[in-house]
């Protein structure tokens, strides 16, 4: 397994945010393209943080209980050590992380930090599997 690679399983155009969206457009662009959260990248695309569907449920709901509205994506991410990975990265190894409680969504960024993509536990599964079949169809 040790061809695969991170490249050849990424999604490459996931959906991303910019710090200034407000969370319900965040919420909208989640529920439509069925992502469980993204990057959040500056105007060079460059990773800011990240944003998850437990991040937007927390801030509508706290939005919600005060009767407001208005949080923005930069009031609710996580700005933290983004948990990353780079495009050329072995599948395996990745899987491997991914068994320790890590995120399940991964940005993969460049060398100069600017998103590529992002690779999901099932884009992980899919690989694997699509391995073993390969395996299994040639023994």
């Known amino acids: ?15 991303s945010f910019k710090p200034e969206m407000t969370i319900e457009a965040a919420v909208d662009l989640l529920l439509q393209t069925g992502q469980r959260g ?8 460059k990773l800011v ?19 407001e509205q208005g949080a923005s994506v930069a009031d609710c991410m996580y700005r ?18 991914m068994t320790n409680n890590r995120p399940k969504i991964y940005p993969v960024i460049d060398t100069e930090r600017q998103v590529v993509g992002v690779i999901t536990r099932t884009d992980v599964l899919r690989a694997i599997d699509a391995h073993l079949g390969d395996n299994y169809c040639h023994n």
Not at 5 to 12: A, G, L, P, Q, T
Not at 56 to 65: G, K
């Open 1 to 15: 397994m040790q061809s695969l690679k991170v490249v050849d399983y990424m999604n490459r155009h996931p959906v």
């Open 38 to 45: 993204g990057p959040v990248v500056d105007a060079e695309r």
């Open 49 to 67: 943080g990240f944003l998850s569907e437990q991040d937007c449920l927390a801030a509508m709901l706290r939005d919600t209980y005060h009767n």
């Open 80 to 97: 933290g050590e983004v948990v990353t990975v780079d495009a050329e990265s072995n599948i395996t190894d990745l899987a491997q992380h």
